[in-house]
């Protein structure tokens, strides 16, 4: 059979990888492929049936290769978030999976796609391909954000998508997604606290302020979509990546549980650092 294979094979029992997300498994039986198990730098690889989804024929090893890969990971973000063609989509970080969220988007219809980055290669193939209606550069955050205003009107974008895993891109797709507009944090990095540093956020807790700093983030729904995916959107993309021409229904968010997630997080941190807000 043609098949492609998961990066990541999980224990296969636990919830996560019940739900089809074997990249979040806590099992110590947990392995990757080309980390704690042999890869794909090889002609053929010994890999678990579990791991597998099947390619149809009308798709190359190739087309395969990036559904297994980069595609996969935007596409499901993507699917969180929906898009359509009321959207707006911005794409922060314009490597592999940036690139393709770009791709998909406009495959899914959306109205207008902007891509930003500092590497002017990646920025020049996003303008060669099409893929991108706008393509700014991002060395200045500043200027790039005011002209992603530009274009929108002064409104900003409905969806937004960051690839890039920098702190100054995250921040700034943050900024530029439309009020009660939605985003996805794709790219993965270490640096993670100069969004809301630790010290910042005890200082605004001290200080009462921090509704205030929050309003722009909780008018945007965010939605945490690390790489890989989860291996149950494999089949239906590729579904969509072969032409399959069936609608593809937005997949509507659930706000309120988001926003009581966040809330009850805020209220078990002020039990543990014991940090009260002033009156």
Known sequence: ?????????????????????YISCKSEHRQAYGWQRNGGMAPYILADEKDLIALPDELTYKDGAQVACGFGTCYEALMKIGVSGNDRVLVTGLGPVGLAALMLAKAMGCDKTIGCDVNEERMR???????????????????????????????????????????????????????WGKMAMVGEGKEHEAILPLSKLQSLLQ?????????????????????????????????????????????????????????????????????????
């Open 1 to 21: 059979d043609r098949v492609i294979v998961y990066h990541i094979s999980g224990c296969g029992v636990c919830h996560d990888c019940r739900m089809g997300y």
């Open 125 to 179: 193939l996003a303008k060669d391909l099409g893929l991108a209606d706008y393509v700014f550069n991002s060395a200045d955050a500043a200027a790039c954000e005011k002209q992603i205003m530009d274009v929108t009107g002064g409104f900003g974008c409905e969806r937004a998508v960051d690839c890039s895993a920098n702190n100054s891109a995250r921040a700034m797709a943050i900024r530029c997604t439309r009020e």
């Open 207 to 279: 200080n009462n302020s921090l509704a205030a700093t929050m309003s722009s983030l909780i008018k945007r729904s965010a939605v945490a979509a690390g790489g890989g995916g989860g291996t149950y959107h494999y089949s239906p993309q590729i579904n969509f990546y072969g032409g399959d021409k069936r609608e593809h229904e937005e997949v509507l968010e659930n706000d309120k549980k988001r926003f009581d997630k966040w809330a009850k997080e805020r209220d078990e941190y002020d039990r543990r650092t014991r940090i009260k807000p002033k009156k």
